[in-house]
């Protein structure tokens, strides 16, 4: 018995398939921050968490995610990393917190940030860091807003 429809159902199935799997690549798009492909200009973003302090991280300590390669102080934050990424990379992308609520794609200082409810945020500098304090929850209100529709912009 001959299916004359079948060639057209895998033609179906082929396109619905790619389609999945463009989609699927769209949402997993690098979007973090990363000059020269080091995220957040290869600090450890565990270290804000644990030390307190922004510190640089090895070259030979280090993973790929989203697209970009995140250098670590110690294998240990390594591997905190890789147990919950999403706990420890910075919010929007690694991009400015503050520029983000303003509709703008902004570099960052990783010397200027802030842990809120256990959330990292990343400053582009002093001066804006002092735009971003006087309504940090104001501000997040419109990143999250924003985010991520403003990287189109970029």
């Not at 020269?36 to 510190?55: C, K, L, N, S």
């Not at 995140?70 to 420890?88: C, G, K, T, V």
């Not at 990292?120 to 924003?146: F, T």
């Amino acid at each position: 018995m001959r299916f004359p429809f079948l060639p057209a159902i895998r033609l179906c199935l082929l396109g619905g398939a790619i389609v999945f799997w463009a989609i699927a690549a769209r949402a997993d798009e690098p979007i973090f921050n990363a000059r020269d492909g080091a995220a957040i200009d290869g600090y450890d973003v565990v270290a804000y968490f644990t030390t307190g302090e922004p510190t640089s991280g090895d070259p030979d300590i280090a993973v790929l995610w989203k697209g970009a390669v995140w250098l670590f102080i110690s294998d240990e934050n390594r591997e905190r990393f890789e147990a919950n990424p999403r706990a420890y990379a910075p919010q929007f992308g690694g991009y400015c917190a503050y520029g983000v609520s303003s509709g703008l794609v902004l570099r960052t200082d990783p010397r200027v940030w802030q842990i809120r409810d256990g959330k990292l945020y990343l400053i582009h500098n002093a001066a804006v860091w002092d735009k971003w304090i006087q309504d940090v929850p104001g501000n997040i209100e419109r990143a999250d807003a924003n985010w991520p529709r403003v990287l189109a912009s970029h």
